[in-house]
């Protein structure tokens, strides 16, 4: 059944968003994960629990991302360089079609602030933060490899709202998660679960918007 908009509050000054899954795709997720173990001859399954067993530390900031790969894919000796297997990490980052342009047209035409709060370590947030020109979109990023806090931590919505000097009932929010939907919804934040550019876009352009 396809969900209405409900309006909870008069009008809205801050939109709140992720990154990964929304503007782009997904920094390190699994899809990638397969294609580097089919790309480089490893192992997926060895990789993929190595993986789960510490990307938390990496996406909270407590290692780096050459500690991550020591762990994760060098703990054997291996016919490639960590340089090599760094860029393919890097270039599995892509820019999903249409929202991103738009966006920034939005932005630019609304005066709306638009503050990320997202998961993401720090090397690849860095990287993609540059690569995709996202400052120009993004007043403020509440980064887990920043803030040592990663979704769906109530406290990282908490300093999201904080940064923002704003109310939970004057913002929106979107995200492609929805555990970290249904997190920030608790905390009386209008979130909307994202799942495609034209419904997105849809209900940024039926909310009314503040400024």
């Not at 996406?59 to 991302?65: M, P, R």
């Not at 919505?157 to 000097?165: D, I, R, T």
Request: charged fraction near 25%; proline fraction near 2%.
């Amino acid at each position: 059944m396809k969900k209405t908009l409900q309006m909870n509050h008069s009008g809205y000054s801050v939109l709140f968003l992720d990154i990964g899954g929304v503007l782009l795709t997904p920094g390190w997720g699994k899809e990638s994960r397969l294609k580097a173990a089919r790309e480089f001859g490893l192992d997926f399954e060895e990789l993929n629990s190595r993986h789960n067993l510490i990307f938390n530390l990496f996406e909270t900031g407590k290692i780096s991302l050459d500690e991550y790969l020591e762990i994760v894919v060098f703990s054997l000796s291996r016919n490639f360089s960590v340089t090599e297997f760094k860029n393919f990490m890097f270039a599995q980052s892509v820019e999903l079609p249409a929202i991103l342009p738009w966006l920034l047209d939005w932005k630019k035409k609304s005066g709306i602030k638009i503050i990320s709060i997202n998961n993401e370590g720090k090397e690849l947030n860095d990287y993609r933060i540059k690569k995709f020109g996202l400052t120009q979109c993004f007043d403020a990023f509440i980064s887990s490899c920043e803030t040592g806090m990663c979704k769906p931590d109530r406290a990282l919505y908490e300093l999201a709202l904080a940064v923002a000097h704003i109310r939970p009932a004057a913002c929106i929010y979107f995200d492609d998660t929805l555990v970290h939907i249904e997190a920030a919804r608790k905390m009386g934040i209008q979130a909307f679960h994202h799942q495609s550019f034209e419904e997105t876009k849809k209900i940024l352009q039926t909310v009314n918007f503040i400024v």
